[in-house]
């Protein structure tokens, strides 16, 4: 007697969960390298937006328009098809994600900076603090805090998005289940779009938390949080 | 015969057509503070900001000890570590606690290694009676604790002169007081001061002189007995008699 179906298709999902959570492992390292290419350019891209001027400011400016107008699924394959960028698919899905949040990234920051009051810079420039020195002494360290949230927000965006990585064939957590169901060795689709569903709201889900513990933790006292 | 400490000479400042300072020209000897006092828009800050270059000025000269500081080549950096400034809205440093804010310039600008930079730090907190709000951040601190952190944090750079805007003017009456009385003190204790303030208590008790400023112009410029007393020029005993209408239901 063939054994009920919805228990084998289960089964058939816990028998290869340790696939799922190697493809787990490829989406959290893709989020994290990504996010960390998005910030190193996105932050120097906002300050330049506020401070810079000239050809390199309207460079930054055109570089985060034509990224943000651009449709994520485009930008990876042109990369990966198209200019073949890299050979590894997960250095082409890190740069892809990685610029396209930068263009993002730098939005959240600019709107940091611009936010923190100029009286401050005018009174760290009045001691005898070059501007430099002043915004980073003084306004940086505050644009930092008041871009958590946004961050928060960029962070799960980013970690979503890894998904669209399937499309160059990286084995992140969807491209894992797709062939597992694919493979054609089971009729588990529901129980295993499930589970990676599932594995994704886990993930977003700590990331936020862990975001909300940063922004209570670096939240000036007597002020606004984070 | 020594150079006075500060000294201004024939200082011109204008914002596209409008002409905000016209010829303003005066001196303060070491110790001396002078309060300078007129109508709204007369350019009472931009000539404070004219002195430690947080605006340039478009014609004449500014001299600090005998110094001009008004030159291309000035380093404003080195100037600004000789001259501070007190805010009317404080500009206190958000993220930094009292302490942190009165450091910040000796670390950043003095390079004075973290202990050091605290230990000074305490005296000023404590020269403006703040030494138990050295951990508090602006954001716990009353108006009037603020603006006292933000002398000490001036204080702190053992500037040579000290600019106020108004510093009380974004006070609670109720804690005017608390800060007049710190400036008083600085006063006695010899430092040099130049005041925009209306605080006529502070101008006649602590002023060397006063300097009526209107339309960019210095219409007079006396000590406060003469200046209020007996005042030279009708545009001041007009401006004074305003001065007291407005200030008397306060
Ligand atoms: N950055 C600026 N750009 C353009 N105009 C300015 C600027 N700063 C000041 N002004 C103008 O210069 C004039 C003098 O301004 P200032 O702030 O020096 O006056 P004030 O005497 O300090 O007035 P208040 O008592 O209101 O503080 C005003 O007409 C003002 O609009
Ligand atoms: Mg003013």
Not at chain 2, 77 to 84: D, I
């Amino acid at each position: 007697m063939p054994p009920l179906p919805l228990q084998s298709d289960w089964a058939f999902v816990v028998g290869n969960l340790d696939l799922l959570l190697v493809g787990t492992g490829v989406t959290v390292a893709l989020t994290a390298a990504s996010i960390l290419l998005g910030f190193l350019l996105g932050f120097p891209a906002g300050a330049v937006e506020v401070y810079g001027r000239g050809p390199l400011k309207r460079a930054v400016e055109t570089a985060g328009v034509v990224l943000r107008g651009t449709p994520l699924l485009v930008i990876i394959i042109l990369l990966f098809f198209g200019l073949s960028v890299s050979s590894s698919a997960f250095v082409t899905a890190t740069i892809a994600l990685g610029l396209r949040s930068a263009a993002y990234q730098s939005q959240i920051f600019r709107g940091a900076l611009q936010s923190v009051d100029e009286g401050q810079l005018e009174a760290a420039r009045a001691v005898g603090m070059g501007r430099l020195q002043a915004i980073r002494s003084v306004v940086v360290p505050q644009a930092l805090r008041r871009s958590v949230p946004g961050f928060q927000n960029e962070f799960t965006i980013v970690l979503k998005d890894t998904s669209i990585a399937i499309v160059i064939g990286l084995g992140e957590l969807l491209t894992v289940g797709q062939n597992l169901y694919q493979g054609g060795q089971s009729t588990a689709a529901l129980e295993i779009f499930l589970t990676v569903s599932l594995i994704y709201f886990v993930l977003t889900f700590v990331t936020n938390r862990s975001l909300d513990y940063v922004d209570d933790h670096f939240s000036i006292p007597g002020g606004e949080r984070a | 015969m020594s150079d006075p400490l500060l000294e201004l000479d024939d200082v011109y400042k204008s914002y596209g057509e409008e002409q905000v300072l016209s010829g303003v020209s005066f001196e303060m000897d070491a110790g001396d503070v002078d309060v300078v006092i007129g109508p709204s828009g007369s350019g009472k800050s931009t000539m404070l900001r004219c002195v430690n270059r947080l605006t340039e000025i478009n014609g004449g000269a500014i001299y600090l000890n005998g110094e001009c500081v008004t030159d291309a080549d000035t380093d404003v950096n080195e100037l600004r570590k000789q001259v501070g400034m007190v805010f009317q809205d404080f500009n206190l440093f958000a993220h930094l606690t009292a302490l942190g804010n009165v450091t910040l310039g000796l670390r950043k600008v003095r390079g004075i290694d973290k202990a050091a930079a605290q230990e000074q730090g305490y005296e000023h907190l404590e020269q403006v009676g703040l030494l138990d709000q050295a951990d508090s951040y602006p954001a716990e601190l009353s108006g009037g604790q603020k603006q006292r952190v933000g002398i000490a944090r001036a204080l702190a750079m053992d500037p040579k002169l000290l600019l106020f805007d108004e510093p009380t003017s974004a006070l609670d009456p109720e804690l005017v007081g608390e800060v007049v009385e710190v400036m008083r003190d600085l006063a006695a204790e010899g430092i040099t001061m130049l005041v925009v303030s209306h605080e006529m208590g502070f101008a006649r008790s602590a002023a060397s002189d006063i300097i009526f400023l209107d339309d960019g112009e210095i219409v007079e410029h006396g000590p406060p007995e003469q200046l209020f007393e007996n005042p030279q020029a009708a545009r001041t005993g007009e401006f004074l008699s305003r001065l007291e209408t407005t200030h008397e239901g306060e």
